[in-house]
T-cell receptor, first 114, second 115 residues
Framework: KAGVTQTPRYLIKTRGQQVTLSCSPI?????VSWYQQTPGQGLQFLFE???????NKGNFPGRFSGRQFSNSRSEMNVSTLELGDSALYLC?????????????FGEGSRLTVL | AQSVTQLDSQVPVFEEAPVELRCNYS??????LFWYVQYPNQGLQLLLK??????LVESINGFEAEFNKSQTSFHLRKPSVHISDTAEYFC?????????????FGQGTTLQVKP
């Protein structure tokens, strides 16, 4: 069974640009969550999508957005990039959120903003 | 709201020695508790979880954690560590009544196993 796949794995952008990251969940999983990991702030919840609807949202500015498609694949977008957006962005999937007891994480997309 | 505090940012230990990674949480509601492990340049992997029932939970690779409600703790232990256990360990909580994929993580503890 294939795991959670995130693309691209690494990318470099400059300030002011925008970026789109993609996440393909484990087959059959309907919940996709996104997390930002930085050395200073640690792991922070961005948002969660379930059946194409945003079900929960963390405390991030509106520059961070996401969506989920009918096949459960998800994308997140960051507009007007800032230096502080440099981070590892992790996607996690589960059957239906924490009720199933476990999130399965991808290896992440490492974004560097210059 | 919930919060998680991992009391040690780094824990150096010699191979075959015992180790304890400490985790305390704060929450006004009932929670699920998790330990995740992250190896270099990889995502997070679930190590073990407490949802309900026995307060002592074990993983397949020798780690165990005990849920202590009165002390609001979920410390991770292993009686004898291996070099391959070197990694970063994250304690996390989620609301047990909330069926969502939102986890609140601690800041992480780097376990460095020395030969």
């Amino acid at each position: 069974k294939a795991g959670v796949t995130q693309t691209p794995r690494y990318l470099i952008k400059t300030r002011g640009q925008q970026v789109t990251l993609s996440c393909s969940p484990i087959s059959g999983h309907r919940s996709v969550s996104w997390y930002q990991q930085t050395p200073g702030q640690g792991l922070q919840f961005l948002f969660e999508y379930f059946s194409e609807t945003q079900r929960n949202k963390g405390n991030f500015p509106g520059r961070f957005s996401g969506r989920q498609f009918s096949n459960s694949r998800s994308e997140m977008n960051v507009s007007t990039l800032e230096l502080g957006d440099s981070a590892l962005y992790l996607c996690a999937s589960s059957l239906a959120g924490m009720g199933s007891g476990e999130l399965f994480f991808g290896e992440g997309s490492r974004l560097t903003v210059l | 709201a919930q919060s998680v505090t991992q009391l040690d940012s780094q824990v150096p230990v010699f191979e075959e020695a015992p180790v304890e990674l400490r985790c305390n949480y704060s929450s006004s509601v009932s929670v699920y508790l998790f330990w995740y492990v992250q190896y270099p340049n990889q995502g997070l992997q679930l190590l073990l979880k407490y949802l309900s029932g026995s307060t002592l939970v074990e993983s397949i690779n020798g780690f165990e954690a005990e849920f202590n409600k009165s002390q609001t703790s979920f410390h991770l232990r292993k009686p004898s560590v291996h070099i391959s256990d070197t990694a970063e360990y994250f304690c996390a909580v989620s609301e047990s009544s909330s069926n969502t994929g939102k986890l609140i993580f601690g800041q992480g503890t780097t376990l460095q196993v020395k030969p």
